[in-house]
């Protein structure tokens, strides 16, 4: 999975119409660490429905803030400009909490 380069980057890929879902991520935080190691399968599960990007929490903080990501790991799913699912928490997440997040917010 690609970490987000740049605020533009991330404005384009949620005016897109297909979905896009941003991990809100930090490298000191251990949750998402394991979270991370998980990206790959589940990027090849979903990538057809979605584009994917990790973004760094303390290095896009005003993305954050906009969509009031404050705990992490946390996904927000965008289409056409709109948030469609979130799973925003600070608590660590289960490969099937995302998994089925994930099934939900492909058709959102």
Request: hydrophobic share 40%; charged share 30%.
């Amino acid at each position: 999975m690609k970490d987000l380069q740049s605020t533009e980057e991330f404005r384009e890929l949620s005016q897109s119409n297909k979905r896009f879902c941003a991990l809100y991520s930090a490298d000191w935080c251990p949750d998402c660490v394991v979270i991370k190691s998980l990206l790959p399968e589940l990027e090849n599960l979903y990538g057809d429905d979605m584009e994917f990007r990790v973004v760094d929490r303390d290095d896009f903080m005003p993305l954050a803030q906009e969509y009031d990501v404050m705990g992490i790991p946390s996904f927000v799913v965008f289409h056409e400009g709109k948030v469609v699912a979130n799973f925003i928490s600070s608590l660590r997440k289960t490969r099937q909490q995302i998994v089925d997040f994930l099934e939900k917010a492909k058709t959102a």
